[in-house]
């Protein structure tokens, strides 16, 4: 293949990346095969596909963290062979992955230069390259500001600008928009348009298919390790995209007929948390939930609703406060115990707190649930029951794996949140707490996400959901209450709110109408 080979209707002369024939295998798995796409220069290009079809894989491969076991990468015309990132950004390849990867106690300045140190030195020269750069696309970053005194979509400027600063002009995004408010996401668009205008060139991730119908040139869809087709967003919808993934209609969440009872199972009084500086992260929280009622707490990254969690779990010790489950005060229970009253819990962080990820499955399955059904028979754990019990997650859940011996770290990210998702659903919960349950899953899992949640409902548990999806959260949630800053600001009838209207609300901007609602 030559560098003008491009397909017919195409524009650019040159293709930035073409990838032919790539493969690659890991233990019972293989990950990528027959991988072909060609990405061309100044576009925006989205990969889309299920949990598992091998996104992640085929960007590690581009930037050099895996290497293929078969097939060609060609950057700008040249075909190249990466060993590992350093390879990537030699051949002007940058990636910024989800979990941001910052010094919050530094500048932007040094923030961008720590590491890169070569290119422009770490004085004058190095500041008047960031600002050209943040000028030159917008970003509206101060090089002396803190990182942790920005907002999430500025932090991801600072990743982005950091890639660029290296002398990327192939930018990898991995799943961008998980973590951004309506208004961010805007922002983010922004920024793509004016880094395409200026001849780079975007690859990016995403499961939401209207944000690829809204940014995207050319879109692939990769479905059982390989790419299965093109689409152009003109004239496509969701569901066409939906089904090339995986050929099943698009699910929305929909809120049923209240199932709403009087019965308060969780009751959280006057909640308050400092962190080890003395710093409130949580400040008088007041917060019932009732059985048969899902609440929803929406909030930008960052404002207390991790901490929220983690105190109601145990994980944390509040400085004052109430919390009771079913009548019960639970204040001072370890979170053991908490989960033996029946909390079931879906993580944030899947591999902090939900995984083991070098055990199988099986095991994983009885990790928080050593002391009940079915992983013990008297005393012992039950193994075979245990087994059992993930074989029948796996089916209902479609955890896609090669079976219950696998190690959890070798499942693909959607699938992981899978199985946490049938394990806590298990427990007989009364109380579910669920922190981003559907983040990084396909449209196909998130539908059976919310269907276990809707049923969950159905059957008189009280659900606390965090989400940074507004259209899940308004979709599940009977009540949404806003955190900003450590404290429950405004709630909100789903039925009446926007997502944009949420979404200012969540960034302070809406207080009158906040009043309005209280
Ligand atoms: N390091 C690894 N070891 C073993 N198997 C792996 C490894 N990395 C990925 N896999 C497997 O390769 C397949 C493709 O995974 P990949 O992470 O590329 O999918 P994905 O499309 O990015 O999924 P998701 O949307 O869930 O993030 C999955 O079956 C996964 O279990």
Redesign the pocket.
């Known amino acids: 293949m030559t560098a003008t080979d491009t397909e017919p209707g195409a524009t650019h002369a040159t293709d930035a990346v073409r990838v032919r024939g790539v493969g690659k295998r890991?233990?019972?798995?293989i990950?990528?095969h027959d991988v072909d796409i060609t990405i061309r220069s100044g576009t925006v290009h989205a990969l889309i596909?299920?949990?598992?079809?091998?996104?992640?894989?085929?960007?590690?491969i581009l930037y050099g963290v895996q290497k293929p076991d078969e097939g060609t990468l060609t950057v700008n015309g040249k075909d190249v062979s990466f060993s590992s990132p350093t390879d990537a950004i030699a051949q002007g390849i940058g990636m910024v992955f989800q979990h941001f990867m910052l010094a919050d106690n530094l500048t932007v300045l040094e923030n961008v230069v720590l590491g890169a140190e070569k290119m422009y030195g770490i004085g004058d020269k190095a500041r008047a390259e960031i600002v050209r750069i943040s000028q030159a696309y917008g970003f509206g970053l101060d090089p002396d500001e803190l990182v942790e005194d920005l907002g999430v979509g500025e932090r991801q400027r600072v990743e982005i600008l950091k890639v660029l600063y290296r002398g990327a002009k192939i930018i990898i995004l991995d799943e961008p928009t998980a973590v951004l408010v309506p208004q961010e996401v805007d922002a983010l668009f922004a920024n793509l348009r004016e880094l395409k205008a200026q001849g780079n060139t975007i690859l990016f991730?995403s499961?939401k298919l209207d944000e690829v119908l809204a940014i995207a040139d050319d879109i692939t869809v990769?479905r059982r390790?390989t790419t299965v087709g093109e689409a152009k967003p003109q004239g496509a919808t969701k569901r066409q995209l939906a089904e090339l993934m995986v050929g099943s209609e698009l699910p929305s969440p929909e809120t049923e007929e209240s199932t709403v009872t009087d019965q308060v199972l969780l009751e959280v009084v006057d909640l308050t948390l400092h962190d080890s500086f003395g710093r409130a992260l949580l400040s008088d929280i007041d917060l019932t939930i009732r059985k048969g009622e899902v609440v929803g707490i929406a909030g930008v990254e960052g404002n207390g609703q991790a901490e929220l969690v983690e105190a109601i779990m145990g994980m944390r010790k509040p400085s004052a406060g109430r919390i009771s489950v079913g009548g019960q005060d639970i204040s001072h229970w370890d979170t053991r115990e908490r989960r033996g009253a029946g909390i079931g819990y879906i993580p944030e962080d899947r591999h902090r707190h939900g995984l083991l990820l070098d055990a199988p499955l099986w095991e994983n399955r009885v990790l928080g649930f050593q002391d009940r059904p079915p992983a013990v028979k008297g005393i012992m754990i039950d193994r075979g029951a245990a087994r059992e019990d993930t074989e029948r997650i796996v089916r209902e859940y479609d955890v896609?794996?090669p079976g219950i011996d696998t190690a959890a770290?070798?499942?693909?990210?959607?699938?992981q949140q899978k199985l946490i998702v049938g394990r806590e659903m298990s427990g007989d919960p009364v109380l579910l707490i669920a922190a981003h349950p559907t983040r990084?899953?396909?449209v196909g899992a998130q539908a059976a996400i919310w269907e276990h949640i809707k049923r969950a409902r159905r059957q008189g548990l009280a659900v606390l959901l965090v989400s940074a999806d507004l259209d899940e959260l308004i979709g599940l949630s009977d009540r949404i209450e806003v955190i900003l800053r450590g404290r429950l600001v405004g709630e909100f009838d789903p039925k009446q709110i926007t997502p944009q209207d949420l979404g200012s609300a969540m960034t302070g901007g809406h207080d009158d109408e906040t009043e309005a609602q209280q």
């Not at 890991?26 to 798995?29: A, S």
């Not at 596909?49 to 590690?60: C, F």
């Not at 770290?409 to 959607?414: D, Q, V």
């Open positions: 890991f233990p019972g798995v990950a990528n596909g299920e949990n598992g079809a091998g996104k992640s894989t085929l960007m590690k991730i499961h990769m390790g896609r794996t770290r070798a499942l693909s990210g959607g699938n990084g899953v396909d």
